[in-house]
């Protein structure tokens, strides 16, 4: 169905159609790019550059495309501005260096704020001292037929109407343009990424890829998505986790894998979570938790040196320090610490009645597992600011983490906390098929009980195991958490390009966070 337009709309599809009618193509085809707007700002040399009655020495001559972001016409001349991905450099353009009547026909009249243009020209610097290039031909490479968001200049301070962040998520396209500096956190984003790949790979770990539709999910304590297969009549899942899979590549003889992947739990949405989320899981052969500690450390510190060339980073109101070593210390002791309460060896009722005591909202659905995460997650967790490794959780918390070698009911795991939120979560990986059989059967009996993120007994999995798994440490870190913390973000919609939203038309208030 057409839609009704807005009167600038109309006014802007007049223009395109007057483009048509003239022979002058709305929408190009290509534009042959030879300089950015940084970088003409950067190499001109005004000794060299810069013209003397008309003649520079050595003519800087460009051909550069974007979009208009501002416009001041003087009669037979204008200035304005050209946004690239690099930033902003200003055009000036005449009416006596362009063919008979496209100044006036065309550029003026029918050339608008938040349309792509190209221009070739020369630079030179006007004489207030802004380098600018001198347009000696322009072509229009997209008509904007949606006028961009209004900048408004109050006591000093620069208003768009862009300012519902909502808005902002939902047209990201839109908050791109108006906000340009937006695009540097998806850019240190994807550098950050780029980092652990490569430190990732001067280890000889192999990135590998791993099913998203799978028969059964497992490799968290999440609830699915489901869907189904047509040809084959068979329900599906999209994967929670990477993990059973890549271990079936250990078993298989790898000594080191990793995956870079979409992950998808079907959970509430906040200010730390989307539905759809990024993990790296890595599984290195023949090492345990102990040593994986060590690299999550040098890995961090590493990502924290090259964005920032820095350890040290703001975040928020904190100055948080990346630089190793990191504070290590166990579950229970974190928890007695902040609460007073020691809760090693306590039955399920007994933590039940801790946890009312501390005026926890708890069910009859609750494992012991479940009830120390709830009590950590309330009193622990979000008073840690400086990274922190967490250690030595119980067994019911772990169902795919090797018994501890030296602590009865619990397991070799570590979470790093950091600025209050787990970044990464990591295990010496459970080996033996007979206990891990035993643990999944534990988690069939939760699930029976009501808990929907219990996980699912997987027999091809354990059939791996029965082949033999080597000793493996395994570990899955959250890249929208860990770019949060390394582009100073507050909300995990600010590090996703295009997170999940409700949908527009039913859009009321914003999710809670």
């Not at 099913?211 to 490799?219: E, F, N, R, T």
């Not at 610490?337 to 009859?364: C, F, M, P, Q, Y």
């Not at 459970?430 to 988690?443: A, V």
Request: proline content about 4%; overall charge negative; aromatic content about 10%.
């Amino acid at each position: 169905m057409s839609r009704e337009y807005s009167e600038q709309e109309v006014i802007r599809r007049d223009a395109r159609a007057q483009l048509d009618a003239a022979g002058f193509p709305p929408y190009g085809y290509s534009w042959d790019v030879t300089h950015h707007a940084a970088s003409i700002i950067d190499d001109f040399d005004e000794t060299l550059h810069q013209p003397v009655e008309g003649v520079a020495k050595v003519p800087f001559r460009v051909s550069v495309a974007g979009r208009v972001m501002s416009m001041r016409i003087m009669g037979k001349a204008a200035f304005f501005n050209l946004q690239d991905q690099s930033g902003r450099i200003q055009v000036y353009i005449s009416r006596d260096d362009l063919p008979e009547g496209y100044y006036n026909t065309i550029f003026k009249k029918l050339v608008d704020i938040g349309d792509v243009i190209g221009i070739e020209g020369f630079v030179f610097k006007t004489r207030v001292g802004e380098t600018s290039v001198h347009a000696q031909r322009f072509e229009i490479l997209a008509k904007a037929l949606r006028p961009l968001p209004i900048e408004k200049e109050v006591d000093g301070k620069v208003f768009n109407e862009i300012t519902d962040k909502e808005y902002r998520y939902r047209q990201r396209y839109v908050d791109l343009v108006v906000h340009p500096e937006v695009r540097k956190t998806f850019q240190q984003r994807a550098r950050m990424i780029t980092t652990m790949r490569s430190f990732l790979d001067e280890r000889g770990y192999v990135e590998v890829e791993t099913p998203v539709l799978q028969p059964l999910y497992g490799g968290a304590a999440a609830r699915p998505f489901t869907t189904r297969h047509n040809a084959l009549d068979m329900k599906l899942y999209l994967r929670i986790a990477d993990e059973l899979y890549l271990k079936r590549l250990i078993v298989g003889g790898f000594d080191g894998v990793y995956e870079i992947s979409k992950d998808f739990r079907n959970e509430g949405l906040s200010r730390f979570h989307n539905p759809e989320f990024t993990m790296m899981e890595l599984y290195v052969a023949y090492k345990d938790y102990n040593w994986m500690m060590d690299l999550v450390e040098e890995m961090v510190e590493t990502i924290a040196t090259v964005l920032h060339g820095s350890t040290d980073l703001t975040v928020g109101d904190n100055t948080i320090s990346f630089a190793r070593p990191w504070k290590r210390i166990p579950l229970f002791e974190a928890i007695e610490e902040k609460t007073g309460h020691d809760l090693s060896g306590l039955s399920r009722d007994d933590l039940a009645t801790v946890a009312k005591k501390l005026e926890l909202d708890i069910d009859d659905t609750m494992g012991s597992g479940k009830l120390i995460d709830e009590i950590f997650g309330e009193f622990v967790e979000p008073h840690m600011i400086q990274p922190t490794f967490i250690t030595d959780y119980p067994i019911e918390l772990s169902p795919l983490a090797k018994k501890h070698r030296t602590k009865e009911g619990l397991v070799e795991r570590f979470e790093a906390i950091c600025n209050g939120k787990a970044l990464c979560n990591a295990f010496s990986e459970l080996n033996d098929p007979d206990d891990q059989r035993s643990r999944f059967e534990d988690q069939v009996g939760l699930g029976m009980r009501g808990d929907a993120e219990a996980m699912q007994l997987d027999e091809d999995y354990l059939r791996a195991l029965e082949y033999g798994m080597p000793p493996t440490a395994g570990l899955g870190i959250g890249i929208d958490r860990l770019a949060m913390l390394m582009t100073n973000s507050r909300s995990i919609r600010d590090v996703i390009l295009f997170p999940l939203l409700r949908p527009e038309v039913e859009e009321s208030a914003a999710e809670t966070e």
